[in-house]
């Protein structure tokens, strides 16, 4: 597990514009369950249920603390994590050394 890479600095975590607004934009204020990953989209589509018949199912992203889990494509080990800032990048390149 590597604790030094968090997704709050990668490049493709964001934050909702809905969730910066109702929080004006405040980062410390924002709770890290807000934070999606840009990697973790799913389209747009129709769902078809067999009692209610069909459903839209609109476009989603998940949440970080979704993505890191062991079972993900990212995992505790932050495979897809790239720096947000150039101060993180000495991180990038130590990566593998943790």
Not at 39 to 68: D, M, P, W
Not at 77 to 83: D, R
Request: charge should be positive.
């Amino acid at each position: 597990m590597n604790t030094k890479l968090l997704c709050k600095d990668c490049k493709n975590s964001f934050v909702p514009i809905e969730q910066m607004i109702v929080h004006l934009g405040i980062k410390r204020f924002i709770d890290p369950v807000f934070y999606r990953c840009k990697l973790t989209r799913q389209e747009k589509h129709i769902k078809f249920n067999l009692v209610t018949g069909a459903e839209k199912v609109e476009t989603r992203y998940e949440t970080c603390s979704f993505s890191r889990l062991e079972s993900q494509d990212c995992g505790p080990n932050a495979k897809h994590w790239v720096p947000r800032h150039k101060k993180h990048l000495f991180l990038a390149i130590t990566r593998g050394e943790t």
